[in-house]
């Protein structure tokens, strides 16, 4: 599970927005040290899965669409990037030659699964609020 450059800037996108009721792009650029073609990326995948919303004209802008206090890590980085995966075998339908040789499932895959639900919890632990408030 690579956490990318992308991932991380949603956070920040977010967090630009916590406070206000409608943000421009510029704005949200400004704040957080974002370039605004990577903004506008991000801003749309975040409007697809209706956590902020978007608006058109001299006014436009942007306003968050969720409650920041039931908003985790792991909720805007897979919003961002859905296949986060530690290793590509364990994505669903990934065909390991290792895994399950001889009736045996592979104890390197095995331990992998389990540090992948580990930081899934550790991602869902906190909500966005706390974390941006301190």
């Known amino acids: 599970m690579l956490?990318?450059?992308?991932?991380?800037?949603?956070?920040?996108?977010?967090?630009?927005?916590?406070?206000?009721?409608?943000?421009?792009?510029?704005?949200?650029?400004?704040?957080?040290?974002?370039?605004a073609p990577f903004a506008y990326k991000i801003l749309k995948k975040l409007q697809k899965s209706g956590m902020v919303?978007?608006?058109?004209?001299?006014?436009?802008?942007?306003?968050?669409?969720?409650?920041?206090?039931?908003?985790?890590?792991?909720?805007?980085?897979?919003?961002?990037?859905?296949?986060?995966f530690i290793?590509?075998?364990?994505?669903?339908?990934?065909?390991?030659?290792?895994n399950s040789v001889d009736g045996q499932n592979c104890s390197v895959h095995c331990e992998l699964a389990e540090i992948q639900e580990e930081l899934c919890r550790m991602l869902k632990r906190k909500s966005l609020k706390k974390l941006i408030n301190g």
């Open 87 to 98: 290793i590509d075998c364990l994505e669903p339908g990934y065909d390991c030659a290792r």
């Open 3 to 35: 956490i990318t450059r992308e991932c991380d800037y949603a956070v920040r996108v977010l967090r630009a927005m916590a406070e206000e009721k409608r943000v421009s792009v510029n704005e949200i650029c400004e704040k957080e040290l974002i370039t």
């Open 53 to 84: 919303r978007g608006y058109r004209g001299v006014h436009g802008g942007y306003s968050l669409n969720c409650d920041l206090d039931q908003i985790t890590l792991y909720d805007v980085y897979t919003t961002i990037d859905p296949g986060m």
